[in-house]
């Protein structure tokens, strides 16, 4: 808690400076994003399904970091929610207990989902200027995210359950990279940590989410 806690302070401290404190133009953003999510292939049998998404809207407050501008820190602050399908079935009595399903036990819906409070660092290089809005940019940093909810929906013809507080990691860290030009952009999220709590040893450790998709940013 108090890293969200230091992270908020940052994000509304920087609103403090204004436009002529550093003589600089800015490039704060609304952001949303849509990206394709997935847990990786490292486990063994384990097969991803259907289409796995990621939606993600916020805030990025530009702090320059250079007299022309084109470099900058990104400190942003956002939601996101996240659906993945695949042939993972949790316990309904046991969320630490899982089974890995074959082709023929495919289930009408087997999703893991879940919302999470997003704080992104970004390092960013961009060719704009205050009169070009049509540039170049690549911004690369790390999202610290806190999930804030989370679900197991299973549905076959055997059972349906719902599961809520997965034993996930609460808290996710991972490192971004955007590259575009002027309104489309390509996104990518790659964990630095597991899917599933490190203290639950039962649960594989292999997972790990990787995104990739489209960002668009609003001035």
Do not use: C
């Not at 489309?184 to 999220?189: A, Q, T, V």
């Amino acid at each position: 808690m108090h890293r969200i806690l230091i992270l908020i302070f940052l994000f509304f401290y920087s609103f403090g400076f204004s436009q002529e404190d550093f003589k600089k133009y800015r490039e704060d953003q609304i952001y949303f994003s849509l990206y394709y999510n997935s847990l990786g292939s490292e486990l063994d049998n384990f097969k991803e399904n259907k289409f796995s998404s990621s939606f993600n809207i916020g805030f990025f407050r530009d702090i320059p970091i250079s007299k022309s501008g084109k470099f900058a820190l990104g400190l942003g602050v956002g939601f996101g929610t996240n659906s993945l399908n695949n042939n993972m079935k949790l316990s309904s009595n046991n969320q630490s207990l899982y089974e890995l399903l074959s082709n023929r036990d495919a289930p009408t819906k087997n999703t893991f989902t879940f919302s999470e409070i997003q704080f992104p660092l970004e390092i960013r290089w961009r060719n704009s200027s205050p009169s070009n809005y049509k540039f170049w940019r690549i911004y690369a940093g790390l999202k610290y995210s806190k999930v804030i909810q989370s679900a197991f929906k299973h549905d076959s013809s055997q059972e349906k359950y719902k599961s809520t507080n997965l034993p996930i990691n609460l808290d996710q860290l991972g490192f971004t990279l955007n590259i575009g030009y002027n309104t489309w952009n390509i996104g990518l999220y790659k964990s630095l940590r597991p899917f599933f709590n490190k203290n639950i040893q039962s649960l594989p450790q292999e997972l790990e989410q990787f995104k990739v998709g489209l960002i668009f940013y609003i001035l």
